[in-house]
């Protein structure tokens, strides 16, 4: 499946309570980075990948990030908000977004708004060609896996399970998903509603086949006072995800 096919919802909802002393009233993906919100950086990334339909899922000061993307657009990304008016879980914060959205695409990638991967996504969107294969999860090789979830996948290469978090190298997951729309209906019906906690195991207990797809890959994310101030290098050296 070509990616400019493919339409993207950003998870931007979060508190940030970790790094609210850093931030103050600044949402967690709106923390300034080499000169721009983290959250640009994501949008701009997407935007090289040729997938240039966003939606942002807003929540905690929601107004900060519309004004934002509202009065700076991105080049080559059509940018739109919907906010939670209350907490829907990271799935149901996704099923919100995408409620009202026209036209519907035959695929939606998910990302979180607080963390990014360098990795190309084209095989992520190759995976889709195949049949029997309802979306594909992004995993990133850490040397230290202790603060992440990590991916258990089966012979075939499907996802299996989330890991609880450990010490030591691991596959993680980097927060990157992409369903087909047919998957995206088998979601449970119930709010809150977690990726993790709630759409996988369902999917995988109804036989859906949602492919690994494994990226020896930058990454960070910006959810502690000690990852926060890593993002601003982080940036800089990857501009060339950004072009």
Not at 72 to 92: D, I
Not at 96 to 104: C, E, F, G, S, T
Request: net charge positive.
């Amino acid at each position: 499946m070509a990616s400019d096919q493919i339409a993207a919802v950003v998870l931007a909802g979060g508190f940030g309570t970790r790094v609210k002393h850093l931030l103050g009233n600044l949402p967690k993906p709106m923390a300034p980075v080499a000169g721009r919100p983290f959250l640009e950086w994501i949008v701009r990334y997407l935007a090289a990948q040729n997938i240039r339909r966003v939606i942002l899922s807003t929540g905690h000061r929601a107004e900060i990030v519309e004004a934002h993307f509202k009065t700076q657009p991105v080049p080559k990304a059509m940018v739109s908000c919907v906010p939670e008016v209350q907490p829907l879980g990271t799935a149901g914060g996704f099923l919100n977004a995408i409620r009202n959205a026209a036209p519907q695409p035959p695929a939606w990638l998910v990302l979180n708004g607080d963390s990014l991967a360098l990795a190309s996504l084209g095989e992520m969107t190759a995976t889709l060609e195949h049949p029997g294969i309802s979306g594909a999860v992004l995993g990133v090789r850490l040397a230290d896996a202790s603060r992440y979830g990590a991916i258990s996948q089966n012979a075939a290469g499907d996802l299996d399970k989330f890991d609880e978090k450990r010490p030591g190298a691991r596959l993680i997951n980097a927060g990157v998903y992409l369903f087909k729309a047919e998957a995206i209906r088998q979601f449970p019906q119930r709010l809150p509603l977690s990726f993790e906690m709630d759409v996988f195991p369902a999917l995988i207990a109804a036989g859906a086949r949602l492919k690994v797809c494994a990226a020896e890959a930058p990454f960070l994310d910006i959810g502690t006072p000690e990852s926060l101030p890593l993002a601003e290098k982080f940036i800089r050296d990857a501009r060339a995800w950004f072009a």
